[in-house]
């Protein structure tokens, strides 16, 4: 029988082998970053073809393996699936046995904290919730771009260090999210980078249907100037028709949109309406211009835009259309 003392995992070398369960866009490049730091791939899950062609790329002469023998040949495993995924895959992989103690278990999840790694704790591994807030592509470019990466760390106290380190290593800020404020944290994320792919789609196209030749071109230094603008400012940096209460260029939008691209209609509403909450509050809108422009909102949600004045819409002075009263906030 060995009797000879085993180090605590927590103070052992840097130097560890990794596993990757899920070998998305995210995974490979969290391990190559790893690489890149000194620890070494060792093996990788992968079930479609695109995942397998990703991995050949992103971590080339690691072995494809089914999930149990990834973590039996890992010291630090990356659990990287879609979310909803997450959970039976740590209750199944606790279940069979393939979670050894003292194994760093690290999923990407924005969404879960540590505890949704509760059933590996309970196996005896070391849970850690490390999150990128970044884009991937699964391609190389993805390491690159970790590199003053912000990661959402969530962990136990104890292991609060190691966790912070990790993400140090592969170029990333630590930042600590609290385990019930993830989803509020995720959402947050969504909010700003996932929707904004879509609205930056809808723009691109719509150009496109304008006859903007080169619609990339146009909208690159908008975009850039915008997105520097409200991270300095925030609201402050608001601009544009809302903004200013041109209620009659809003009510132009919603025609023009229902027009030629209906499925815009919708976004384009809320995203109005949330801007013109916001620039209200903040005092750059004024209340007087206010009343009208959010009575074409309410115009152009229910039916087709028309400029204000016109029967039924709220006239351009500010006092209710012919047939209205002002729309109570809903």
Same mark, same amino acid.
């Given at each position: 029988?060995?009797?000879?003392?085993? =180090?605590?995992? %927590?103070? %052992?070398?840097?130097?560890?082998?990794?596993?990757?369960? /899920?070998?998305? %866009?995210?995974?490979?490049?969290?391990?190559?970053?790893?690489?890149?730091?000194?620890?070494?791939?060792?093996?990788?899950?992968?079930?479609? &073809?695109?995942?397998?062609?990703?991995?050949?790329?992103?971590?080339?002469?690691?072995?494809?393996?089914?999930?149990?023998?990834?973590?039996?040949?890992? $010291?630090?495993?990356?659990?990287?699936?879609?979310?909803?995924?997450?959970?039976?895959?740590?209750?199944?992989?606790?279940?069979? @046995?393939?979670?050894?103690?003292?194994?760093?278990?690290?999923?990407?999840?924005?969404?879960?904290?540590?505890?949704?790694?509760? =059933?590996?704790?309970?196996? /005896?591994?070391?849970?850690?919730?490390?999150?990128?807030?970044?884009?991937?592509?699964?391609?190389?470019? &993805?390491?690159?771009?970790?590199?003053?990466?912000?990661? @959402?760390?969530?962990?136990? #106290? $104890?292991?609060?260090?190691?966790?912070?380190?990790?993400?140090?290593?592969?170029?990333?800020?630590?930042?600590?999210?609290?385990?019930?404020?993830?989803?509020?944290?995720?959402?947050?994320?969504?909010?700003?980078?996932?929707?904004?792919?879509?609205?930056?789609?809808?723009?691109?196209?719509?150009?496109?249907?304008?006859?903007? $030749?080169?619609?990339?071109?146009?909208? *690159?230094?908008?975009?850039?100037?915008?997105?520097?603008?409200?991270?300095?400012?925030?609201?402050?940096?608001?601009?544009?028709?809302?903004?200013?209460?041109?209620?009659?260029?809003?009510?132009?939008?919603?025609?023009?949109? !229902? !027009?030629?691209?209906?499925?815009?209609?919708?976004?384009?509403?809320?995203?109005? %309406?949330?801007?013109?909450?916001?620039?209200?509050?903040?005092?750059?809108?004024?209340?007087?211009?206010? #009343?009208?422009?959010?009575?074409?909102?309410? &115009? *152009?949600?229910?039916?087709?835009?028309?400029?204000?004045?016109?029967?039924?819409?709220?006239?351009?002075?500010?006092?209710?259309?012919?047939?209205?009263?002002?729309? $109570?906030?809903?």
């Amino acid at each position: 029988m060995n009797t000879t003392p085993q =180090p605590d995992p %927590r103070d %052992r070398p840097a130097r560890l082998t990794v596993g990757v369960v /899920g070998a998305g %866009r995210v995974g490979p490049a969290l391990a190559a970053s790893l690489q890149l730091a000194g620890h070494r791939p060792v093996a990788v899950s992968a079930v479609s &073809d695109a995942s397998r062609r990703r991995a050949d790329l992103m971590l080339p002469d690691v072995p494809v393996l089914p999930p149990a023998e990834v973590l039996q040949r890992s $010291e630090l495993v990356l659990l990287t699936v879609p979310d909803d995924a997450l959970p039976e895959l740590v209750s199944g992989l606790a279940d069979t @046995g393939a979670v050894r103690p003292g194994q760093l278990l690290v999923h990407t999840s924005g969404r879960y904290g540590a505890r949704v790694l509760d =059933p590996a704790l309970r196996a /005896g591994a070391l849970p850690l919730a490390l999150h990128p807030a970044m884009t991937f592509t699964g391609t190389p470019v &993805d390491v690159q771009r970790l590199a003053g990466c912000s990661f @959402g760390v969530t962990a136990p #106290e $104890e292991l609060r260090l190691a966790a912070e380190a990790l993400v140090i290593e592969m170029g990333g800020e630590p930042e600590w999210i609290a385990e019930e404020n993830r989803p509020l944290y995720h959402a947050a994320l969504a909010l700003g980078a996932n929707h904004l792919v879509t609205l930056v789609a809808q723009s691109l196209e719509l150009l496109r249907t304008a006859g903007v $030749e080169a619609p990339d071109r146009m909208l *690159g230094p908008l975009l850039g100037a915008a997105l520097d603008n409200a991270l300095r400012s925030g609201d402050g940096a608001l601009t544009g028709p809302v903004a200013r209460g041109d209620a009659g260029t809003v009510a132009a939008h919603v025609t023009e949109l !229902r !027009r030629h691209s209906p499925g815009a209609v919708a976004g384009y509403l809320a995203m109005a %309406r949330a801007t013109a909450d916001r620039a209200l509050a903040h005092g750059l809108l004024k209340p007087e211009l206010a #009343e009208d422009l959010l009575g074409v909102l309410a &115009d *152009g949600a229910s039916g087709p835009g028309r400029p204000p004045g016109s029967p039924g819409t709220p006239g351009t002075d500010g006092t209710p259309g012919t047939g209205d009263t002002p729309e $109570e906030d809903q």
